[in-house]
């Protein structure tokens, strides 16, 4: 729970001035976990080359490279923050050992290396990212059936109707908030059978390589 019991929080109204709020995201030392810091900027940056670099401890991350535990985080891009709303922001970083090399954990580093050595040739990649949505217990896939199974997948593929798609409040509201950020996410689909058309729901998009791996859109 948020300690609000699902009310509006009154304090996210009061106005900020000039005054925004950065908040910096970056992959930790499990190669797939997001952790997240928020600073506060005088004004709205024009660009990401603005934009401060910071750090964090990495023994808390599982990212410390020895006795100096410090990890620098290097902004790469900017996007909407689509849940303080305003000209407040969200801030994609890589990540860096004390020494300005590429931490052992920023794998865009090397793939930006390689895709600049061949981004004459414009090359095309298509991605697919899956999520799948559980229960409360974090056991049970969402709306799973008490006691059994659900029925043959066939009906949920693209399925329409609340008896074949469950979770689509939350799928909409994810989809609206990547419109909303300016994230070059493509459309979202349901997936054939209970757990995947209704539960399972993919982000596939077929497009020039203009990003560095995706990143920071799907990163």
Not at 42 to 64: C, I, K, M
Not at 173 to 189: E, F, G, K, Q, V
């Amino acid at each position: 729970m948020d300690g609000l019991n699902g009310l509006k929080n009154p304090f996210m109204d009061l106005p900020q001035g000039s005054r925004i709020q950065a908040y910096y995201l970056w992959i930790d030392g499990s190669g797939q976990a997001l952790r997240g810091k928020t600073r506060t900027l005088e004004q709205v940056p024009a660009d990401v080359a603005e934009l401060p670099e910071w750090n964090f401890d990495g023994s808390s991350t599982g990212q410390s490279t020895g006795q100096n535990s410090d990890v620098y985080i290097r902004p790469v891009a900017i996007f909407k923050d689509p849940f303080r709303r305003g000209d407040n922001i969200l801030v994609m970083c890589e990540t860096y050992a004390p020494d300005d090399s590429p931490h052992p954990t920023n794998t865009r580093y090397e793939c930006n290396v390689n895709m600049e050595l061949c981004k004459a040739e414009i090359p095309w990649f298509g991605i697919e990212q899956e999520y799948t949505l559980f229960d409360h217990t974090g056991k049970n896939p969402y709306c799973w059936p008490t006691n059994g199974y659900p029925g043959p997948q066939g009906p949920y593929y693209c399925g329409v109707g609340a008896d074949r798609v469950k979770g689509r409040k939350i799928v909409e509201a994810h989809y609206r908030a990547c419109l909303y950020a300016a994230s070059r996410l493509p459309d979202p689909t349901g997936r054939s059978c209970l757990l995947s058309g209704s539960t399972r729901w993919d982000l596939a998009r077929v497009s020039p390589w203009v990003i560095t791996c995706g990143c920071p859109d799907t990163s």
